[in-house]
Each structure stands twice: as structure tokens, then as C-alpha cells.
């Protein structure tokens, strides 16, 4: 569902998806969650937006696991142009 997804950065290397879990199951119904391993962030699904923004305000900026997190709404993802490094050309396609 749109606007239901969250950012949540600045997560612990140590953090899973169960952490996070529990983490937002006081602020709503957790659909899914899903913890970027090794890379400090992470994503909540909410079941509805409301729940969603209630969970961001509740936690935008609290201490977990000794690390202020950063909650926001998810952007979805970008779709650029090229299917190459960085949005670029691909190599065979440049013109010399």
C-alpha cells in the first residue's frame, strides 16, 4: 500500500528483522520487514499509511541499540534512464 513502507536508517549492523519487529509492533499491524545486512538500514511495511506515519513519529530520532534512528516514508525506488552502472549508457551503446 503506498505511503505505508518505511526508511529506517542508522540501524546497528547486529539489528534483524525480528529486532525491528518489535521495534514497530506497538504502533500498528507490522506487515513485513526486511533489514539490509551489513549496509545500516532497513524497511517496515506498515498495513496502512496512518500507522505507518504514527510508527515515523513515534520513532524518528529515538535511540535503539544505541544508535538515533532516522524513520521516514519509503521513496519508491528511481527508474533511470540506460541499464548500465549508475543510470549511464551501457558500454555497447555509447557512440564514439
Do not use: C
Not at 505507518?52 to 521516514?72: I, M, N, P, Y
Request: no cysteine.
Amino acid at each position: 500500500m503506498e505511503g505505508s513502507k518505511l526508511y529506517v536508517g542508522n540501524l546497528s549492523y547486529s539489528v534483524t528483522d525480528g529486532d525491528l519487529k518489535e521495534l514497530f509492533s506497538p504502533h500498528g499491524e507490522v506487515k513485513q520487514v526486511n533489514v539490509i545486512e551489513g549496509r545500516g538500514f532497513g524497511f517496515v511495511e506498515m498495513s496502512s499509511p496512518a500507522e505507518a506515519e504514527k510508527a515515523k513519529e513515534a520513532l524518528d530520532g529515538s535511540d535503539f541499540q544505541g544508535r538515533t534512528l532516522k524513520v521516514d516514508i519509503a521513496r519508491p525506488p528511481r527508474s533511470g534512464p540506460g541499464g548500465g552502472p549508475r543510470g549511464g549508457p551501457r558500454r555497447e551503446n555509447r557512440r564514439y
